[in-house]
């Protein structure tokens, strides 16, 4: 492996395939969990979790629509992960030093222990591709009981992709997007004055 070497399989192709391991129980609807946490301010870009979120997604949808005669025997056997997407308020790539509350918060979400924090505890933000958001919001609009989230019983508010752009909009590689433009506005304004 060298300094920017491409994975021969992307991790967004590998982890919808998944597979649990374990029998197929209330019909295939509980599987694993992949949780992505990001900081504010990461170099790695947060729309690969949505993405993979979304992949998910859409292989459960076709996993809920396909008959129980139709499906395959590997599709019976595990369904795809749920996948969970946090962000982490003023943090960088190494969020667990910069941000170690609102990453202990997120790993106890992660593992199902969100009961356990402290009431006051600041926790991540959570986000969800348009998808995923959009079944959520019709769920909750049909009053349905699914939790839309981790294992916890606490109601949360999952934030859109839109919401996403704006919050790791000020990491540190979008400020110097944003200052090149700025820059190359400058000069074009002074050709235009010459």
């Known amino acids: 492996m060298t300094a920017g070497a491409f994975a021969r399989v992307p991790l967004i192709d590998r982890i919808p395939e998944i597979k649990s391991g374990g029998s197929d129980e209330n019909n295939g609807e509980e599987g694993l969990e992949v949780h992505f946490v990001y900081g504010e ?87 969800a591709c348009d998808e995923v958001a959009a079944a959520a919001a019709a769920a909750n609009a ?15 508010v999952v934030m859109s992709e839109k919401d996403a752009a704006k919050f790791f909009r000020g990491g540190r590689f979008n400020r110097r997007e944003s200052q090149q433009q700025k820059d190359d506005d400058a000069v074009i304004v002074e050709e235009k004055k010459e």
Not at 55 to 83: F, G, I, Y
């Open 142 to 156: 049909e009053g349905a009981d699914k939790p839309t989230t981790s294992r916890s019983s606490r109601k949360k």
């Open 41 to 127: 301010n990461d170099w790695m870009d947060y729309r690969g979790g949505l993405d993979v979120q979304r992949l998910c997604h859409e292989k459960m949808q076709d996993r809920r629509t396909t008959t129980t005669t139709t499906r395959s025997a590997e599709n019976n056997q595990s369904p795809p992960p749920k996948v969970f997407v946090h962000g982490v308020r003023n943090a960088g790539h190494l969020l667990m030093l910069e941000n170690y509350q609102e990453f202990n918060a997120a790993m106890a979400i992660a593992a199902g222990r969100e009961e356990d924090l402290p009431p006051g505890m600041s926790r991540s933000v959570e986000f």
